[in-house]
């Protein structure tokens, strides 16, 4: 049986230093949806969103949304602060969102900060410098390519962080990205969940800071970092500490190169509720630093550091239980997830427990 440590706790706080630009802008606006390249207007207009600050949507001078404090999402009381939905091909002129704050809170955690649609090969779609706290999903990604992410500040979002969905050539740097809800269904808390992805940049890229750590997935309730169906990606000085549930999870996933990073599961965390002891992570058997599951394969871990206290270091497959906190137990799990495929290998990496019979004994690192 794999060793689990429970904790039980009552408030938990953290604070992570990252390289963060300075913050979005005061100016107060109303949600923005942006469907045609007549919605692209500036300030004063009495049509489109009256929301471009400069540029002139070429390549070379591309609209720029923001900075803005967005005071209500689109529906008053749920939707997004800022929408580009491209999916009928009617936006073709080049845009960046940069300096954006949502400043309201009580969402549904399906509802993104900013959310992009079908917006494809759009030279130079760039969204940077976004902060929010406790509001629904962060940043999310439908059938989007060439997208640069950089200096997100996303903190106790109640949904995913960061969803990346059928896109492709995606960049993130210099980003802080956390989901703390309680209870969610798996993938609804995840830090940054990909799903039938490919060709992602998850920090080694130029705007990352030399020899330092690019982006942040600590303390999220659900998964770290979770791929999904997804290939051709790299992972390069990432730090995820998921105590809750698990650091980095491979799913089907394949060619991904993770390197230079830190993951750390310490075991699930029971906290005091209304007066009722419960776990504030997923009822998952994927509890632990770094799991490959259903079939990855032909991905390269490397230099990498899984630190102690989980329930498992590395892990092919699921371990059909779940470690209950509260009560202190293993209780079964079924679906029993897949073990991982072929073609894995893993340098220089330590870990505290493994359950890869070629990685055995376990190298705990120092």
Not at 9 to 16: D, K, M, P, Q, R
Not at 88 to 117: E, W
Not at 139 to 149: I, T
Not at 199 to 227: E, H, R
Request: hydrophobic fraction near 35%; proline fraction near 6%.
């Amino acid at each position: 049986m794999r060793r689990l440590v429970f904790s039980t706790v009552l408030a938990l706080a953290i604070a992570v230093s990252m390289p963060v630009a300075a913050s979005a802008g005061s100016g107060q606006h109303a949600a923005i949806t942006i469907t045609a390249n007549s919605d692209f207007t500036a300030p004063g207009s009495p049509t489109g969103c009256a929301c471009v600050t400069a540029g002139n949507g070429t390549p070379g001078s591309p609209y720029v949304i923001g900075p803005w404090a967005i005071t209500a999402p689109s529906k008053g009381s749920s939707g997004w602060a800022i929408m580009v939905d491209n999916t009928s091909d009617t936006v073709t002129r080049s845009f960046t969102i940069s300096g954006i704050s949502a400043n309201y809170s009580g969402v549904p955690f399906t509802d993104p900060v900013i959310k992009l649609a079908g917006v494809n090969n759009l030279s130079g779609t760039t969204i940077s410098n976004i902060s929010s706290n406790g509001n629904g999903r962060g940043v999310e990604l439908d059938s989007s390519s060439y997208v640069a992410l950089d200096q997100l500040s996303l903190n106790k979002m109640t949904g995913n962080a960061l969803f990346i969905n059928g896109s492709s050539h995606i960049t993130l740097s210099n980003s802080k990205l956390k989901a703390t809800a309680d209870g969610q269904v798996p993938h609804n808390a995840d830090g940054l969940y990909a799903l039938n992805s490919a060709y992602l940049s998850i920090g080694g890229v130029a705007a990352c800071p030399k020899s330092l750590v690019c982006n942040t997935f600590d303390y999220d309730t659900g998964w770290g970092v979770y791929l999904q169906n997804t290939h051709d990606v790299s992972i390069d000085h990432a730090s995820a500490n998921a105590d809750d549930t698990g650091a980095f999870v491979l799913d089907n996933a394949w060619h991904v190169n993770l390197g230079n990073s830190t993951a750390e599961a310490g075991g699930p965390i029971c906290i005091t509720l209304n007066g009722q002891k419960t776990f504030t992570g997923y009822h998952t058997d994927l509890q632990g630093g770094l799991l490959l599951i259903n079939g990855s394969h032909d991905n390269a871990i490397h230099d990498t550091q899984i630190a102690g206290g989980a329930d498992i270091g590395i892990g092919s497959g699921g371990n059909g239980v779940f470690g209950n906190p509260c009560t202190n137990s293993y209780e079964p799990f079924s679906p029993v997830e897949p073990p991982m495929g072929a073609g894995n290998t893993f340098t220089n990496v330590c870990y505290p427990t493994t359950d890869i019979a070629s990685l055995k004994p376990p190298q705990p690192c120092k």
